[in-house]
C-alpha cells in the first residue's frame, strides 16, 4: 500500500488532472448529447454551449483541485481566468473545427465524433493549464 501511496504522492498532479479532465469531459459530452440528441440542437450550436460549461467547471476544479493556484487580488483571479479562457478557446476551435470536419464532411455520428475529439482536446489543455496558466 505505501507504493501506491508513494506514487501518487509522486504524480499527484497528473492523476488529479486525469480525474478531474475526465469529469470535464464528461461534463462536455453530457451537455453535447443532452443538446444534440435529445434535444435536436443542430450539433455547432450544442458543441459550443458545451464547451462554454465545460471550460468553466474546468477552470474552477483545475485552479483549486489540480494546480492548487491561489490567487490573493480579483487581479490576479481575473489574469488567470482570462488565460485559461483564451488557451481553451485555442483547443475550443481545434473542437469545432474538428466535429466540422468528422460530422460535416465526414458524415461521423455525432457522438463518436465528440469523444475522439476529446481525446486530443484533453492532452493540449493539460499542457496549456501546466506550462502557461497556472505555473508556479
Request: with cysteine; aromatic share 20%; charged share 15%.
Amino acid at each position: 500500500m505505501s507504493t501506491l501511496r508513494k506514487m501518487f504522492k509522486t504524480h499527484k498532479e497528473v492523476i488529479n488532472y486525469l480525474i478531474f479532465g475526465i469529469l470535464t469531459t464528461l461534463v462536455n459530452m453530457g451537455v453535447f448529447y443532452l443538446l444534440d440528441t435529445v434535444q435536436d440542437v443542430p450539433y455547432l450550436i450544442a458543441n459550443a454551449f458545451s464547451l462554454i460549461v465545460s471550460i468553466l467547471f474546468a477552470f474552477l476544479t483545475n485552479k483549486k483541485y489540480v494546480f492548487k493556484s491561489e490567487t490573493a487580488t480579483i487581479s490576479a483571479w481575473l489574469k488567470e481566468f482570462f488565460l485559461f479562457c483564451s488557451f481553451r478557446l485555442i483547443s475550443a476551435g481545434f473542437d469545432m473545427a474538428s466535429m466540422l470536419l468528422l460530422i460535416g464532411f465526414l458524415q461521423w455520428n455525432s457522438n463518436f465524433a465528440k469523444l475522439a475529439t476529446q481525446l486530443v482536446v484533453v492532452l493540449l489543455n493539460y499542457f496549456f493549464s501546466k506550462w502557461f496558466i497556472f505555473k508556479k
